[in-house]
C-alpha cells in the first residue's frame, strides 16, 4: 500500500507543477531600421554595406532610386534582376566599395550601367532565381 500512497503523492505532485507552469508565447519583434544610404545600392546580407557600382543591373533601380534588397525591399512580389556576383563579398570581393552616405560619381548612370556584366540573376530577398546573362 506504501508503493500506492507514493505514486499518488507523486502523480498529483506532477499535475501541481505542470498546471503552475507559466505559458509563454513567443513573440519576436525585429526594428530593422532605415535601410542603408548607397549610392549604388547595398548588398542583400548583413551586415548590408555599400554594394560598387557595377554590382546591380539597371533593372534594380527606378528612377535613378535603388528598389532595396532583404528586409528593405520594396519591388513587385515576383520580381527578378541582375547582378555581378564577382562584386560580392562572399564570392571573395574585396576591392573599393562606397561608404554609407556617399553620393553617385558623376557619369556613372544607374539606369544603364557601361559594360555591365552581370552573372546571377536574384530576387529582393537576397536568393539567386537562376537564368545568367
Known amino acids: ?22 505559458k509563454t508565447q ?13 549610392p549604388y545600392g547595398y548588398y542583400d546580407v548583413a551586415p548590408y554595406d555599400c ?12 528612377g535613378g532610386v535603388f528598389i532595396g534588397v532583404g528586409p528593405w525591399f520594396h519591388g513587385a512580389a515576383n520580381f527578378q534582376g541582375h547582378v555581378n556576383n564577382r562584386l560580392h563579398p562572399e564570392h571573395g570581393y574585396n576591392g573599393p566599395k562606397p561608404n554609407r552616405g556617399d553620393k553617385p560619381e558623376p557619369g556613372k548612370r544607374l539606369d544603364k550601367v557601361a559594360h555591365f556584366k552581370g552573372n546571377e540573376v536574384r530576387d529582393g530577398r537576397g536568393h539567386a532565381v537562376g537564368g545568367k546573362r
Open 1 to 22: 500500500m506504501n508503493r500506492f500512497k507514493f505514486f499518488a503523492l507523486t502523480a498529483v505532485a506532477a499535475i501541481c507543477f505542470m498546471a503552475a507552469t507559466p
Open 26 to 38: 513567443a513573440q519576436v519583434s525585429v526594428d530593422i531600421g532605415v535601410a542603408p544610404d548607397c
Open 51 to 62: 554594394a560598387p557600382y557595377g554590382y546591380y543591373g539597371s533593372e534594380w533601380f527606378t
